[in-house]
């Protein structure tokens, strides 16, 4: 059974720094667009990074800056970097492959407290 495993997330102060990980099991991550996506309580799941099988990489517009995505295709894991992080960044984090299907792990809550 293909699946996706985050890690990373804990409680950090605003303006500090986590980093999140995901690692996939099966094939296709290195042909796959990788993704970060957040759900904060409330609001509808939103696109964070991403970065495509050749590494072009996109950025909402609120982390530009802050956050950097990175991906490993030799150890098939996807990396998120965050630093200054704001109460709100405050989420689940969820890491997404787009092929063969979509897939999504099961998330890993970031809180940043003020």
């Known amino acids: 059974q293909v699946q996706l495993a985050e890690s990373g997330g804990g409680l950090v102060q605003t303006g500090g720094s986590l980093r999140l990980s995901c690692t996939a099991s099966?094939?296709?991550?290195?042909?796959?667009?990788m993704a970060w996506y957040r759900q904060a309580p409330g609001k509808q799941r939103e696109l964070v990074a991403r970065?495509?099988?050749?590494?072009?990489?996109d950025y909402a517009d609120a982390v530009k800056g802050r956050f950097t995505i990175s991906r490993d295709n030799a150890k098939k894991s996807l990396y998120l970097q965050m630093n200054k992080l704001k109460p709100e960044d405050s989420a689940v984090y969820y890491c997404?492959?787009?092929?063969?299907?979509?897939?999504w792990g099961q998330g890993t809550q970031v809180t940043v407290s003020s």
């Open positions: 997404y492959r787009a092929i063969p299907v979509p897939l």
């Open positions: 099966g094939s296709f991550f290195s042909m796959s667009l």
């Open positions: 970065i495509s099988n050749g590494g072009t990489i």
